[in-house]
């Protein structure tokens, strides 16, 4: 009887649509690498971006505000390869020194654009989107007594509308005490969403956005700057108020 085939072991690098996936992750890698290397000679600064509660439709936007300039968003390991790992393979004068902030969920902007007018720019772009589990609750939210809302209380109810009812199964499973009353979401006590500093659910992010309630701040924070000018880095660092402050980075100065 001949043996079932169904347990057979497929070893990855045999298989010819991971060995595809693979030479296509060297073609992207090496293309980003190549992009990189041409863009450095072609513009006075290249500055280095973290992303806070990263949304794909808002990056978009920021590279079309961007537009004369160039932004890369890939892998750490080839961006810091492309900008030189030591003097020796940098791309141009200082540019190694950008990849120690090449870390986490970072990027690459290059622009002719002047540090004030980029920090400025970011300073002020910071639009709210629906959070995700696991987001730490900026503020308290909770639903009030009675008749439920779209809005759940954020807007005056004169300026609301009261909730679908189709939506109060929904509610009940994920916890809220609510019961129809003559075609209305009736809610029996106020109800806690969440509260401040809370590390949010699934279920808590889907009543938040069941009632258009948007706590994740998307920001982009630049992290340090190279000048193609002098080949130095500048380090950036921002406090709890938002306001912005420069520092020379202690490394191009030791560097020189």
């Not at 000679?41 to 590279?63: C, I, Q, S, W």
């Not at 759940?152 to 509308?161: N, R």
Request: charged share 25%; net charge positive; glycine share 8%.
């Amino acid at each position: 009887m001949p043996s079932s085939k169904r347990a057979k072991v497929v070893h990855l690098s045999k298989n010819p649509s991971s060995a595809a996936l693979k030479k296509t992750c060297k073609v992207q890698a090496r293309k980003l690498y190549d992009n990189i290397r041409e863009a450095v000679p072609g513009y006075a600064y290249a500055y280095v971006f973290a992303v806070d509660n990263m949304r794909n439709t808002h990056l978009k936007e920021v590279r079309s505000e961007l537009a004369d300039s160039r932004l890369f968003f890939g892998k750490t390991k080839v961006m810091a390869k492309a900008l030189g790992n030591s003097p020796a393979t940098e791309a141009q004068s200082g540019t190694s020194l950008l990849t120690p902030y090449l870390t986490g969920e970072v990027g690459l902007i290059f622009s002719l654009r002047k540090p004030a007018a980029v920090l400025a720019h970011f300073d002020a772009f910071r639009p709210l989107d629906y959070a995700r589990a696991g987001t730490v609750a900026p503020r308290s939210f909770i639903l009030p007594v009675g008749t439920l809302h779209s809005r759940g209380g954020e807007i005056d109810q004169d300026q609301d509308v009261p909730l679908a009812h189709s939506v109060e199964p929904t509610l009940r499973k994920l916890g809220v005490p609510t019961r129809l009353v003559k075609g209305k979401v009736e809610l029996e006590q106020d109800f806690v969403v969440c509260s401040k500093g809370d590390v949010l659910g699934s279920g808590q992010t889907t009543l938040l956005k069941t009632f258009g309630v948007t706590m994740a701040e998307f920001r982009v924070a630049i992290r340090a700057y190279w000048q193609s000018e002098t080949g130095e880095v500048t380090v950036v660092g921002g406090g709890d108020d938002g306001a912005l402050d420069l520092e020379e980075s202690e490394a191009s100065a030791d560097r020189r």
